[in-house]
Nanobody, 125 residues
Framework: QVTLAESGGGMAQPGASLRLSCVGSGGELRRYVVAWFRQPPGKEREFVAASRYNGGTTVYADSVKGRFTISRNNAENTVDLQMNSLKPEDTAIYYC??????????????????WGQGAPVTVST
């Protein structure tokens, strides 16, 4: 089972950009569906974006479509989340996850067996 670790979180002003990176160890991320979820303060964890296997479909939550981009770097065994035009409502702990979900389960947490420890993102003036 692959182990995941996120990096790149922090604080940003509205309209700014941040990039999160998820590095895998003990397995090749290209063999997994890799997703980003987030958990805003006091709320449940929610789906953000997913990359379905190497070179496959990308899926985004409506709330981030057009602002966030998920991408893979197989040489470094990472999956990144580029976040542009950040809004205060993007404030959350961001988690990367890996699994072997079917397409219809991409947005659900239950299909992902490996999770990172989380990276905080705060968007505020």
């Amino acid at each position: 089972q692959v182990t995941l670790a996120e990096s790149g979180g922090g604080m940003a002003q509205p309209g700014a950009s941040l990039r999160l990176s998820c590095v895998g160890s003990g397995g090749e991320l290209r063999r997994y569906v890799v997703a980003w979820f987030r958990q805003p303060p006091g709320k449940e964890r929610e789906f953000v974006a997913a990359s379905r296997y190497n070179g496959g479909t990308t899926v985004y939550a409506d709330s981030v479509k057009g602002r966030f981009t998920i991408s893979r770097n197989n040489a470094e065994n990472t999956v990144d989340l580029q976040m542009n035009s950040l809004k205060p409502e993007d404030t959350a702990i961001y988690y990367c996850a890996a699994g072997s979900t079917i397409l219809s389960e991409t947005r659900r947490t239950r299909g992902y067996k490996s999770w990172g420890q989380g990276a905080p993102v705060t968007v505020s003036t």
